[in-house]
C-alpha cells in the first residue's frame, strides 16, 4: 500500500540522516539528495508557472536549498525532514529568481483568497476570540493548509522589505531590521538583497500570533497602535510580540550563518 511505502521512505531517510549527522560523508548526503528530490521537483514545478526559468535550472537551484537542509538538519530537534528540507528549497530558488531580477506572479485566485482572507479572518476572530489559526482560515477558505501557507508566503515576498524600516518595541526605544543583519558592514547592492530575502524567510519560520504582529507592522507600516486596533489586542501585547519577533528573526538568522 502506498502509506506503507510512503513510511518505509520516510523510516530510510531518518536513518540515512542519522548515519550523515555521524560521518558527513559527501555519498551519503548525495544519498539523500536522491530520496528527497521529489521534494525538489514538486517546488520547481510549482515556481515554473510563476516565471520563465526553465524547469531544468529551478531544479538544479532547488537541490542547492535541499543540500542545505540536509547539512543543517539536526535529528535531535524532532522536526519532520519534509517540513524542514522545503524553505531551504523554495528560499533557494526565491534568491534565485531575485538575483536575476525575475518578477514573481502572484495568481489571480491567491490575490482573491488574500482579499477574501482578511473579511473570513475578523469573522473568526470574533468568533474565537483569537486570531485564527492557519488550518482554521484554511478551512473556511475551502482549500488545504498547505495552499493557504503557499498564499501567505507569496504575499509576504510580493515585495521586498527595506532593511530601514523603523521598529518601536517599547521598552527599548527603536531599531530598524537592517540592525537584525549579523555583519553591519555589507556595501552591494546584492547583499542587501540578500538580506531583505533571508529576512522575509525568517519571517516565516515565526509562529501566527508573533508574525502576524510583525507583519503588519514591517509590510503594512501599521503603529503599535493600529496594530493592536486591528487584531483586537492590547499596545502592551503588540509591544511584547514585537521584541519577541526580533529576539527570535535574530536567534534565526544567526543560526543560520553557523
Known sequence: MPTTATNELKHEIWQILREYEKSRSET????????????????????????????????????????RAIERFEISKGHAFSS???????????????????????????????????GVSRSLRTKYNRPPTDSELAAALEISTTEWQEIKLAW???????LDVPVQDGEEGSTCLGELVPDPHYRSFQLAQEDQFRLQQALVQLENHTRE????????????KQVAEHLGISVVTVSRRVKKGLDLL????????D
Request: proline share 3%; charged share 20%.
Open 28 to 67: 551519503v548526503r548525495n544519498q539523500l539528495v536522491q530520496l528527497n528530490f521529489g521534494l525538489v521537483r514538486k517546488e520547481a514545478h510549482y515556481w515554473m508557472n510563476q516565471c520563465h526559468e526553465s524547469y531544468e535550472d529551478l531544479l538544479q537551484v532547488g537541490c542547492l536549498g535541499l543540500i
Open 84 to 118: 524542514f528540507a522545503i524553505p531551504y528549497i523554495r528560499g533557494e530558488i526565491q534568491h534565485y529568481l531575485r538575483d536575476k531580477g525575475v518578477t514573481v506572479r502572484i495568481p489571480r485566485r491567491y490575490l482573491a483568497l488574500q482579499q477574501q482572507a482578511i
Open 156 to 162: 509576504v515576498n510580493r515585495a521586498p522589505l527595506s
Open 213 to 224: 504582529v510583525l507583519e503588519c507592522v514591517f509590510l503594512q507600516d501599521l503603529t503599535q
Open 250 to 257: 535574530k536567534h534565526i538568522m544567526g543560526a543560520a550563518d
